[in-house]
């Protein structure tokens, strides 16, 4: 029987399918989700400082990072581009990672999901969500084919592939 399910987000498109595959499988199983989100480690992708000037999530960032501060158009995606060892960088992929988490969270509900709990987790990416599988005990872990990386070239990102051949438990890999 499928009770835990692990839904890994990042963002990207896939990761929106994914979260409501999983949603789905949630209802229909009456089983509890558990959502995680690994902060980027390095320099963000190109796709993630696009998405979060294009999603807004850049405003709230920088409402959640300097709240008595104006916020300028424009500013953010050179920010973003500078090294994540930086304080505030840090402080802002933090506040990204958290709101993807809120939205796929909202989403999942929308769609009718019971038991959502969210975690923003650093580390390896796939390392990491492989520790919350089995710190969550879960049966299904649901993951995108390919998440905000830049190649786009292989048939599986290497995120996507670690974790299905390293997972404890069934992996459904989205496209």
Same mark, same amino acid.
């Given at each position: *029987?499928? $009770?835990?399910? #692990? ?8 990761? /929106?399918?994914?979260?409501? @595959? ?17 902060? *980027? ?9 696009? *998405? ?14 300097? +709240?008595?501060?104006?916020?300028? +158009?424009?500013?953010? +995606? $050179? ?18 990672? $958290? /709101? ?20 923003? #987790? ?5 390392? $990491?969500? @492989? ?8 049966? =299904? #872990?649901? =993951? ?16 996507? /592939? ?14």
């Amino acid at each position: *029987m499928i $009770e835990r399910i #692990l839904l890994a987000v990042d963002g990207s498109d896939t990761a /929106q399918r994914a979260t409501d @595959l999983a949603a789905e499988l949630a209802v229909n199983l009456n089983a509890d989700l558990f959502i995680v989100h690994v902060l *980027m480690h390095g320099r963000p992708s190109r796709e993630l400082v696009h *998405m979060a000037e294009v999603e807004h999530l850049v405003r709230e960032a920088h409402s959640a990072t300097s +709240p008595k501060s104006a916020y300028v +158009p424009g500013s953010y +995606p $050179e920010l973003l581009g500078g090294d994540a060892t930086d304080a505030r960088t840090a402080r802002i992929i933090s506040a990204l990672g $958290e /709101q993807i988490v809120a939205r796929a969270k909202t989403r999942c509900a929308e769609l009718g999901a019971g038991t959502v709990e969210t975690s923003v #987790l650093a580390g390896d990416y796939a390392d $990491e969500i @492989l520790e919350a599988a089995r710190e969550h005990d879960v049966d =299904i #872990l649901v =993951i995108g084919s390919r998440g905000l990386g830049v190649l786009k070239s292989t048939l599986l990102g290497s995120v996507s /592939q670690k974790v299905l051949h390293h997972a404890d438990c069934s992996v459904v890999i989205v496209r």
